[in-house]
């Protein structure tokens, strides 16, 4: 008989698995702490962002001011004392305000001192003293004192960013008008106020005069025109492929331009908005109106998408009771896969509104870079929005104009954080888990 062999046994080295054990969880935790220094790395450069333009930003909530006692003469403002609106709005403010510097430093009696006197003052702070005396008619023949906002150079001189201890000819701050300075801040005629200006007016060539809310209006102008456009439009089409759309050729070669239109550039939607809405159908140029449609055809794929992702998460067993009980198909959409789909609806909704919010290249092409001064009242008027008015901004040569270029960033970046804000909790106050 053959004899049988013993299985030879196996030997295994204990040390050599234990040691490509011990290496794989050494390769999980260095994977682990590329992702944490990545993340770290990532939020650093983000602070650093924030901070350098938080630092260069904010000094633009304030604004220098210096008092003067202001003498409303009856002989300027209202010669014939007739009362008429009419007659104290068109006033020679500016000569009460040369008069009461002239009053504070008599020693300023050359043509070019007058002149350089007078610099220290706002063009457009005759505005305050034409108000008063509107809405107050009363006010005129007594002598008051009024606040009234600076140049923009004495405005840089207050907040430190011009210096003191250079030579005269390398700030735009001339000698005397630094002593004039001293002697006001002295008085304790100058002062450092929360400028409303910057909210409540539109753009100025002067910086200290320069707001944000003709480029807010405008901004929710242009966005009130996309969301009526591009939502109801992008979700019935959500709806139309995902729910009754056969599949065939036709539905796919819809769905493949979809995706490739979410992936243009949308300078290339702004060429299309001059040559058509513009050029070919002849709508008002820099309006809300026609930014509005623009930003509507770059926003429609992504309504789309997400409006088709949301739809698709309702699921069968929804759509399969429904029918189970009688209800028609248009019934199953209307009445339990869009209320469903809702909160994914809103939030895409949103966060693509966001996302149009930053866009200036196509607007910019629509001529919404035009300097606009008024309030827009309407749809039709000519406007601007945030992201064009912090270009304009950057562009400008003031030194002023820097920290409102930033500012308008804070702004900008408020608002974006409100939006995915309100898409957080539209996402939390409509969901429905199943």
């Known amino acids: 008989m053959t004899e049988m062999t013993a299985p030879r046994a196996v030997i295994r080295r204990p040390d050599l698995s234990e040691a490509r054990v011990r290496r794989r969880y050494a390769a999980e935790r260095r994977f682990k702490l590329y992702g944490v220094l ?37 002989e300027v403002i209202d010669p014939d004392n007739t009362g008429d609106p009419a007659v104290i709005g068109l006033a020679n403010y500016d000569k009460l305000i040369r008069d009461s510097l002239g009053n504070l430093f008599p020693d300023a009696t050359s043509r070019q001192d007058r002149r350089a006197l007078a610099d220290l003052v706002s063009g457009g702070a005759f505005f305050t003293l034409r108000n008063m005396a509107l809405d107050d008619p009363g006010i005129i023949g007594t002598t008051r004192r009024v606040w009234v906002e600076t140049s923009d150079d004495l405005d840089m001189l207050r907040k430190g960013y011009i210096p003191r201890d250079v030579a005269e000819g390398e700030r735009r701050v001339t000698d005397k008008q630094l002593a004039w300075y001293d002697g006001l801040d002295a008085q304790d005629r100058i002062s450092l106020q929360f400028n409303t200006t910057f909210f409540n007016a539109g753009d100025s060539r002067e910086p200290e005069l320069a707001g944000v809310w003709g480029a807010l209006v405008g901004t ?39 995706n490739n239109l979410a992936a243009v550039p949308s300078i290339v939607f702004g060429l299309l908005g001059l040559a058509i809405f513009l050029g070919f159908f002849g709508l008002p140029r820099s309006a809300p109106l026609v930014g509005g449609m623009v930003l509507s055809l770059i926003l429609l794929p992504t309504f789309i998408i997400a409006s088709r992702v949301a739809v698709k998460a309702v699921p069968p067993s929804i759509r399969e ?18 209320p469903l789909a809702m909160p994914g609806i809103l939030t895409g909704t949103i966060i693509g509104m966001a996302h149009a919010l930053g866009e200036s290249a196509p607007l910019l092409m629509i001529g919404m870079v035009a300097f606009i001064v008024d309030i827009p009242g309407g749809i039709t008027d000519p406007a601007t929005v945030l992201p064009v008015q912090v270009y304009l901004w950057a562009d400008s040569p003031e030194r002023a104009f820097v920290e409102r270029t930033s500012a308008a960033i804070l702004v900008l970046l408020a608002f974006l954080i409100v939006m995915n804000a309100l898409a957080v909790l539209l996402r939390r106050r409509f969901e429905r888990r199943w």
């Open 38 to 74: 990545a993340i770290a790395l990532a939020i650093g450069m983000l602070g650093v962002l924030l901070v350098s333009i938080a630092s260069k930003g904010y000094s633009a909530f304030v604004q220098t001011h210096v008092g003067l006692d202001i003498t409303f003469d009856p």
């Open 220 to 258: 929710f102008l242009t966005m009130l025109v996309t969301l009526v456009l591009s939502f109801p439009l992008g979700v019935a089409t959500a709806i139309y492929l995902e729910e009754f759309a056969p599949k065939n050729r036709w539905t796919d070669l819809i769905e493949v331009n979809i």
């Open 321 to 338: 009771a429904a029918l189970g009980v009688g209800a028609s198909k248009l019934q199953v959409v209307l009445h339990h896969v869009l």
